[in-house]
């Protein structure tokens, strides 16, 4: 019998179905063993000093066995924004080990130029930007979404000329049930458009919201339903819907997940269009956002400003509906759609087959082996 190969796995698996799609295909292979510790089981957030101190020796012991892991593992995989120090990487480089990066996103990229907690110029900023370089210079293995992201990311942390090997992975999701589209199917003559994800400008959900005051304009029966993770951060939002006056088109609404399936029932009985992104960044216009994948993986049809990683995929009409970033250009392609149910369901049809060719569980795994195999 062949010895199996030891995976160490770095990062939070909270959230991430992509985490949970590699640890499913691990931990059902024949071929490997893995160890994953979760870095928030020893951490206390309440303010009780003995409850610390009696989790010192714990966590302490805790570190050595997981630095042993770490030093027999054959393979290290690093997930989405793992944390991993210079030193292991440089002692795994030195022991000639595999080191697997999924560079999903940029640590430097996301707290400077996207979230903008972190000044450009200062030296937290050079730090994250020194732990993607890095990343990118001593892992043997780097995992892209997609080659317009590949180049974005490895343009903005000054590594464009890496010699890394870069291997393509697209973004995935397991499979849900299936759509109703009771617009497209003649169920009803209100077109239910939604939204869901992080309420964050690369979304360009304003954008979205102001397009409902042009679409009122036309005789269609429509409404928006926006799905946030945050009451706090929805009030922006709110406040713009009240001052447009679209409280009857636009809702918002705060409390259903995937996590529970609220959202899930939701989008399948009722949402016959997704939106997907809108926003005005660099970023924004190279980007693949997940909720693009999540509609096609439930045969909905996505409106979307056509984005580089967008564009290596999908076409127009055919597997996905662009439009130009622009309320006025939203509420016309809408107004378009609304007046052709047949394509809404040919573009359901064939976006939801290439979920299945290129976005799918199946499809990830068959990638990933390779890469863990190679």
């Known amino acids: 019998m062949l010895e199996k190969k030891r995976v160490y796995i770095i990062g939070n698996l909270t959230g991430s179905t992509r985490a949970r799609l590699l640890l499913d295909f691990i931990s059902g292979s024949n071929k490997y063993s893995f160890s994953y510790d979760d870095t928030h089981f020893f951490k206390v957030n309440s303010k009780n000093l003995l409850k610390k101190i009696f989790l010192l020796l714990p966590n302490f012991l805790n570190s050595l066995s997981s630095f042993s892991k770490f030093l027999i593992s054959d393979i290290i995989f690093i997930l989405p924004m793992g944390k991993i120090s210079y030193l292991k990487l440089k002692l795994a480089k030195l022991m000639n080990k595999k080191v697997v990066t999924e560079f999903y996103i940029s640590k430097y990229d996301t707290y400077v130029n996207d979230k ?203 597997t996905m509906f662009f439009c130009e970033p622009s309320p006025e250009e939203i509420a016309k392609a809408i107004f378009k759609i609304s007046n052709n149910p047949e394509l809404i369901k040919s573009v359901s049809k064939k976006g939801f087959n290439l979920y299945q060719k290129r976005f799918s569980k199946e499809a990830y795994i068959e990638d990933i082996q390779k890469i863990l195999e190679s």
Not at 250 to 263: C, E, H, P, Y
Not at 279 to 297: H, L
């Open 116 to 318: 903008k907690r972190v000044d450009k110029n200062s030296k937290n900023a050079l730090a994250l930007k020194k732990f993607d370089q890095n990343i990118i210079d001593l892992s043997s293995d780097l995992i892209f979404l997609n080659n317009s992201e590949k180049e974005y990311y490895l343009d903005v942390v000054q590594r464009s000329n890496t010699t890394t090997k870069i291997h393509l992975i697209p973004l995935a999701t397991e499979s849900k049930m299936i759509a109703q589209l009771n617009y497209a199917n003649l169920k009803t003559k209100k077109l239910i458009l939604c939204w869901w994800g992080s309420y964050i400008p690369l979304h360009g959900l304003d954008k979205i919201i102001e397009s409902a005051k042009y679409l009122k304009q036309s005789d269609i029966s429509f409404e928006y339903h926006l799905f946030g993770t945050a009451d706090k951060k929805a009030v922006a939002y709110q406040k713009m819907i009240d001052e447009l006056e679209l409280n009857d088109v636009v809702k918002i609404d705060n409390t259903k997940t995937f996590a529970d399936k609220s959202l899930d029932k939701f989008l399948i009985e009722n949402c016959d269009i997704a939106f997907g992104n809108f926003g005005d960044s660099e970023k924004a216009k190279v980007v693949m956002v997940n909720k693009a994948v999540e509609a096609v993986s439930m045969k909905i049809p996505v409106l979307s400003q056509k984005t580089k990683a967008l564009g290596e995929y999908f076409e127009n009409k055919e």
